[in-house]
């Protein structure tokens, strides 16, 4: 079955950079488009990016010039270069994949970002 496992959270600085990282296995991951979602206390899940497998981004308004997704289909991993980022970004995220936009079938266990001085 398709397993994705997030890694790369953590406290950080505003300001600051992270990436996370997902691996996926129990698919044929240049298929699927791959995504990264977030939910912060008290907030609904929302997504961060989207990315395809042609190279079409999708990225959430907040996050446009701050963050990057890419893929490794030889890895079957996917990441997100999160830089400046603020305390707003704070949030749970969680990898996923899909056969279609916006990616919403399969989903990571979530990995903790904390922004915060």
């Known amino acids: 079955q398709v397993q994705l496992v997030e890694s790369g959270g953590g406290l950080v600085q505003p300001g600051g950079s992270l990436r996370l990282s997902c691996a996926a296995s129990g698919m044929i991951f240049r298929r699927y488009v791959m995504g990264w979602y977030r939910q912060a206390p008290g907030k609904q899940r929302e997504l961060v990016a989207c990315?395809?497998?042609?190279?079409?981004?999708v990225y959430a308004d907040s996050v446009k010039g701050r963050f990057t997704i890419t893929r490794d289909n030889a890895k079957n991993t996917v990441y997100l270069q999160m830089n400046s980022l603020e305390s707003e970004d704070t949030a749970v995220y969680y990898c996923?994949?899909?056969?279609?936009?916006?990616?919403?079938?399969?989903w990571g266990q979530g990995t903790q970002v904390t922004v915060s001085v």
């Open positions: 990315l395809d497998t042609s190279g079409r981004t």
């Open positions: 996923s994949a899909g056969l279609s936009m916006p990616a919403a079938d399969y």
